[in-house]
């Protein structure tokens, strides 16, 4: 089956300061999806991330804050901005291989803010 | 847009008890309803799912059911076991590939 990967799996981060979480996955892909998940929590859709266009974000979720981008049909990113202790979540990128709705997750990435 | 609604948010049962989670949805458009089942430090992973046009479907000891008039949707595990405890989120979509997550539920399988 394919595989997702996520760089980093963790990081430690001051306030002020940006991340920029990569996602990559070993076979073409037309949908990829962002998601964050708080601690305890369930899971939030931040943005859906398009190819060649800019992504769309979902209720609540700004560019500024949470800047995407999709080169091409195998890897994304999420740039988290000007970090608060807020932030503090695992962000985890997703994929629908075959255009069918189902979604599979790559690792997630846990984001402490300090 | 769409609300899923989760329960029990916790469940405990014993090994070999059946356990069963139940979700409703707001939106009769939604068409596709997943089941995820997240291990501690894990990603989600996806166990069994269904779409609008069937009303139940059974994997080994899993199953979900759909009523589409009530708008719910639920997953039965069978024969648990220690290894079944976990967090359970369910979900719908509309199309699109949107999916909506219900809140969880925590399963505590005792030996």
């Known amino acids: 089956s394919a595989v997702i990967s996520q760089k980093p799996s963790r990081d430690i981060c001051q306030r002020g300061t940006s991340l920029t979480i990569q996602c990559q996955v070993d076979s073409q892909v037309t949908m990829m999806f962002w998601y964050r998940q708080q601690p305890g929590q369930s899971l939030t859709l931040i943005a859906t991330a398009n190819q060649g266009s800019e992504a769309t974000y979902e209720s609540g979720f700004v560019i500024d804050k949470f800047p995407i981008s999709r080169p091409n049909l195998t890897f994304s990113t999420l740039t988290v901005s000007n970090m608060s202790p807020e932030d503090s979540s695992i962000y985890l990128c997703?994929?629908?291989?075959?255009?069918?709705?189902?979604?599979?997750f790559g690792p997630g990435t846990r984001l402490t803010v300090l | 847009g769409e609300n899923v609604e989760q329960h029990p948010s916790t469940l405990s049962v014993q090994e070999g008890d059946s356990a069963v989670i139940k979700c409703t949805y707001s939106?009769?458009?939604?068409?596709?309803f997943p089941w995820y089942k997240q291990e501690l430090g894990k990603r989600p992973q996806l166990i069994i799912d269904?779409?609008?046009?069937?009303g139940e479907k059974k994997d080994q000891r899993i199953a979900v059911t759909l009523n589409k008039t009530a708008k719910h949707f639920s997953l039965h595990i069978t024969e648990t076991q220690p290894e079944d405890s976990a967090v359970y989120f369910c979900?719908?979509?509309?199309?699109?590939?949107?999916?909506?997550f219900g809140t969880g539920t925590r399963l505590l399988v005792s030996p």
């Open positions: 997703s994929v629908d291989f075959r255009d069918t709705d189902t979604q599979y």
């Open positions: 979900a719908a979509s509309m199309g699109f590939q949107k999916l909506v």
């Open positions: 939106d009769s458009a939604s068409n596709y």
């Open positions: 269904i779409r609008s046009n069937v």
